[in-house]
C-alpha cells in the first residue's frame, strides 16, 4: 500500500499545492522552479475560473491561481493526458492573468505585472532531446536576449526526469518529489528540510479524512482510467502501422513480380495492350518500362 497520495492526480496536486495550509509548499515551490531572486512574501488565491469578455467565447480554468504582495500573477498547471496543442494552451491562459490587470480609466498607462506559467506535463512534450525543464521567455532573435521579462512559461516534462537526488538542483528535488512520492515509504534525506518534510505530511494517505480519501480514491481511478487509454491508442496505432506495413510490403511484392513478367512478355514482343491484359499493369506502366530497358 502507497503511504504518499500520488500528486500527479488532480486531487493529489491541488491537496499539495492548492490549499491554505499547503502555501508554504506552493511559495518554495515557486521560488525554485522559477529561479526567483527572493522568496515570496505570501500568496493570496486567486479564483480558478476567468469569464472571457464574450459569452462566445472559452473560459480559463486553472489548477492553480494565485497572486503575490508584489501583484505577480502564478498558473501552475498539472497536464496527465497527452495535449499536442500544449503551447497554445498556456499561452491562451495567461491571456486571462494579463487583461485581468487592466483598470478602468484613461489613466491606466499599461502597467502590467509579471505572470507565470508553470505547466508539469505527465508526458513527452519534445521527444527530440532530453531537455525535462524549459523556461521561455519573449526574446530578441538577433541578440538572444530577453526581450520581455514580465512573461514567463515554465514547461516541466515529468516523464523525462530519471535524475537522483545526488547533486541535484533545488528544481530538481520537487520534479523529484512529483515524479516518485507515490512509490516512497521513508523521506529521502535530500527531501527531509522544509518545505519538502511538511509536503510529505500533508500527501500522508493515512491523514486523508473519510471524505478526502472517497476523492483521492476518484481522482485516482480517474489517472488510471486516463492511463489505460493512452496505453491502448499506442498500442493500438502500433500494431495498425505494423499491419499497414505488411500490407504495403505484400503490394510491393506483387508489383514487382508483375513487372518482372512484363518485362519477360515485352522480351518475347508481345505488344503493350496483350502484357497489360496478362499484368495488370497499365499501357503507359508498360511503355515506361519499355523506355527504362533502352
Not at 503575490?68 to 486571462?96: C, H, P
Request: proline share 4%.
Amino acid at each position: 500500500m502507497a503511504r504518499y497520495i500520488d500528486p500527479r492526480t488532480d486531487f493529489g496536486f491541488k491537496r499539495l499545492f492548492g490549499q491554505e495550509d499547503s502555501k508554504e509548499i506552493l511559495k518554495g515551490f515557486l521560488l525554485d522552479v522559477l529561479a526567483l531572486p527572493h522568496p515570496i512574501a505570501e500568496l493570496s488565491f486567486i479564483p480558478v475560473e476567468q469569464l472571457p469578455a464574450s459569452p462566445n467565447e472559452r473560459r480559463g480554468i486553472y489548477d492553480i491561481y494565485c497572486v503575490d504582495t508584489m501583484g505577480r500573477r502564478f498558473i501552475v498547471e498539472m497536464q496527465q493526458g497527452l495535449q499536442s496543442n500544449i503551447k497554445e494552451r498556456a499561452l491562451y491562459y495567461t491571456t486571462f492573468a494579463i487583461t485581468y490587470q487592466a483598470r478602468r480609466g484613461a489613466d491606466w498607462q499599461f502597467d502590467l505585472l509579471p505572470v507565470y506559467c508553470v505547466a508539469l506535463l505527465d508526458f513527452v512534450m519534445i521527444d527530440d532531446d532530453e531537455a525535462y525543464l524549459r523556461t521561455i521567455q519573449l526574446c530578441d532573435t538577433a541578440t538572444q536576449s530577453v526581450w520581455f521579462d514580465k512573461l514567463t512559461f515554465v514547461f516541466i516534462e515529468l516523464a523525462k526526469f530519471n535524475r537522483s537526488l545526488e547533486a541535484a538542483t533545488p528544481a530538481d528535488k520537487w520534479i523529484y518529489l512529483l515524479r516518485n512520492m507515490p512509490a516512497l515509504q521513508n523521506i529521502p534525506a535530500e527531501l527531509a528540510s522544509e518545505p519538502f518534510s511538511t509536503a510529505f505530511t500533508i500527501a500522508e494517505e493515512a491523514a486523508l479524512s473519510p471524505e478526502e480519501r472517497w476523492l483521492y480514491e476518484g481522482s485516482l481511478k480517474q489517472a488510471r482510467d486516463l492511463n489505460a487509454k493512452l496505453t491502448y491508442a499506442r498500442t493500438t496505432a502500433l500494431e495498425e502501422g505494423r499491419a499497414e506495413g505488411r500490407a504495403e510490403g505484400r503490394a510491393e511484392g506483387q508489383r514487382a513480380e508483375r513487372v518482372q513478367i512484363a518485362h519477360s512478355l515485352r522480351a518475347r514482343g508481345l505488344d503493350p495492350t496483350t502484357i497489360a491484359e496478362v499484368t495488370g499493369l497499365s499501357i503507359g506502366e508498360i511503355e515506361a518500362l519499355t523506355k527504362e530497358a533502352l
